[in-house]
């Protein structure tokens, strides 16, 4: 069984990421998107808010599961028997940077990372960028997912 972890904060989910994990469904059984929780950061959304945006984008799709954890992402792929980690690459920074990431996590387990490119048309957004505009009071509603229009 092709079991991908697909981790990250969400804060909130973009259009970007739904692509991503869209765009997995036809290469993997399953997709466990995994929320990662660092005490360190202040997040805009509450923890059950964010899972409950990724569950509601993807309540139609059974290949989905929506789980939250604390520590190595490695560590977790371990522990519910995922064997791909996947990640979406916007630009040639996402990929140095997640590039460094899959090298580490190479060598500390056999967990591959799989990347994909993001659709040109949403290689643009990120939370940062959504969770700015939401601040600001403008009109986000077309870079996230139906289930975060929460103004």
Not at 16 to 28: N, V
Not at 34 to 61: C, H, Q, S, W
Not at 86 to 105: C, Q, S, V, W
């Amino acid at each position: 069984m092709r079991k991908a972890i697909f981790p990250g904060s969400f804060d909130p989910i973009t259009l970007g990421h739904e692509d991503i994990i869209k765009r997995g469904i036809p290469l993997f059984d399953e997709i466990v998107i995994a929320i990662g929780v660092n005490a360190e950061k202040k997040y805009m959304f509450p923890l059950e808010e964010r899972k409950r945006f990724i569950e509601e984008t993807f309540k139609d799709e059974p290949k989905i599961s929506v789980i939250t954890y604390e520590g190595l992402t490695i560590d977790l792929c371990k522990k519910i028997n995922a064997n791909f980690i996947l990640r979406g690459l916007r630009n040639p920074a996402d990929f140095e940077f997640e590039k460094a990431i899959a090298h580490t996590n190479r060598q500390l387990s056999k967990i591959e990372t799989v990347f994909l490119l993001t659709a040109a048309r949403t290689s643009y957004i990120s939370s940062s960028i959504v969770r700015d505009v939401l601040r600001n009071g403008g009109e986000y509603q077309m870079l996230v997912p139906k289930a975060v229009r929460v103004m």
